[in-house]
């Protein structure tokens, strides 16, 4: 098949008109999910079909290749013998290299990120694409971040409640220190991160009032104090990372409002790792500051839902259009399924 993107008259029929930014001025936020929208196949119609997408799959297996003993390629495309995606330390890199790669493949269609939002280890993508990390560095962290929670042990659990975090941090009083809000993924949806027996009780209280409360599909407890143990480690081995300022806005989900990039260095991926997603905050952060637009970089949607409705939240009665989009879908994640989200974003309120 013919590369997408791979001479420019096809560059030109695709992205004719390029967008990304608003008509206030302001331009489009990339959002990077952190684990869950991974799938088998993710990555094999666009590594056969688009030259860009591939060329950075490549670049990140690279940057990634001197931390691991498997082969990214070989896990994308589904090698016999590979590791599978249910390993933390391979699903996570393999989906920094999805990410990155989707988000190259938006650049090249013409939509460029005027700020980025990382949901937990989407943040590293997000530093990577703001400039903030070189891919060396955001490499060294996915990679070992994600070894440093596989020596975890499988001592927590997590589960995603239809509450608002107010409301779960009431309930969640019984418990004590044993569970804690783990991330605020929309106005009424809350991840409750902690211990397994703990959490076992917690769910079951919860659908005793009918409340459809989904286990996440981990055996660990990210965003709690069970990550605590593995903070010396994290410090010693991201002691290198080097981080610079970027002109890229970056909207912190451990601070929830503007961070400058500089101060991405050990200690903050530890803090990314230890404290509450607050994917509200940092959405509202980019909604009062003008942003209308949030590009999902990832191989299914995650976060578009929580997005919008942080956003109209942020907003109250809404008079600008709000254009949230994935990029790619579970099952559908080929070239037309990105050019149906690029038509999206098109059929926004951007312009050149």
Not at 131 to 152: E, H, P
Not at 328 to 335: C, K
Request: proline share 5%; aromatic share 6%; charged share 20%.
């Amino acid at each position: 098949m013919t590369p997408a993107f791979s001479t420019p008259n096809e560059r030109k029929n695709i992205s004719a008109s390029p967008v990304g930014v608003a008509a206030d001025g302001r331009g489009a936020v990339f959002v990077f999910p952190g684990q869950g929208s991974q799938w088998a196949a993710m990555a094999e119609d666009l590594l056969s079909t688009s030259a860009v997408f591939a060329r950075h799959i490549r670049a990140c297996e690279n940057a990634l290749a001197p931390h691991l003993d498997w082969s990214l390629t070989d896990v994308l495309t589904r090698r016999p013998g590979a590791p599978a995606l249910d390993r933390v330390d391979v699903v996570q890199p393999a989906l920094f290299a999805m990410m990155v790669s989707l988000a190259r493949l938006w650049e090249q269609a013409g939509v460029h990120p005027h700020a980025v939002i990382g949901h937990s280890q989407g943040e590293i993508a997000a530093a990577h694409i703001a400039g903030a990390l070189s891919l060396g560095d955001a490499a060294t962290v996915v990679a070992l971040r994600s070894q440093a929670i596989a020596s975890i042990g499988t001592t927590g659990r997590m589960a995603s409640v239809p509450l608002r975090a107010d409301e779960v941090r009431r309930r969640l009083a019984g418990w004590g220190d044993r569970l804690n809000v783990g991330a605020v993924n929309g106005p009424a949806v809350t991840v409750v991160s902690g211990e397994v027996t703990a959490l076992t009780e917690f769910v079951a209280s919860c659908r005793a009032e009918d409340l459809d409360v989904r286990e996440v599909r981990v055996d660990y407890a990210s965003h709690s104090p069970l990550v605590e143990p593995v903070k010396p480690r994290l410090l010693d081995v991201l002691s290198d990372i080097r981080p610079r300022a970027s002109d890229i806005v970056f909207y912190s989900t451990v601070t929830g409002r503007r961070l400058d990039t500089a101060r991405l260095t050990a200690g903050y991926w530890y803090r990314n790792l230890r404290q509450t997603v607050e994917l509200g905050d940092a959405v509202r952060a980019a909604v009062a500051d003008g942003h209308r637009v949030f590009v999902e970089s990832s191989p299914h949607v995650i976060l578009t839902e929580g997005v919008q409705a942080f956003a109209r939240d942020a907003l109250g009665e809404p008079t600008e259009v709000v254009v949230v989009t994935g990029t790619l879908r579970r099952d559908h994640g080929g070239i037309q399924e990105f050019r149906a989200s690029l038509a999206r974003v098109r059929g926004g309120s951007v312009e050149t």
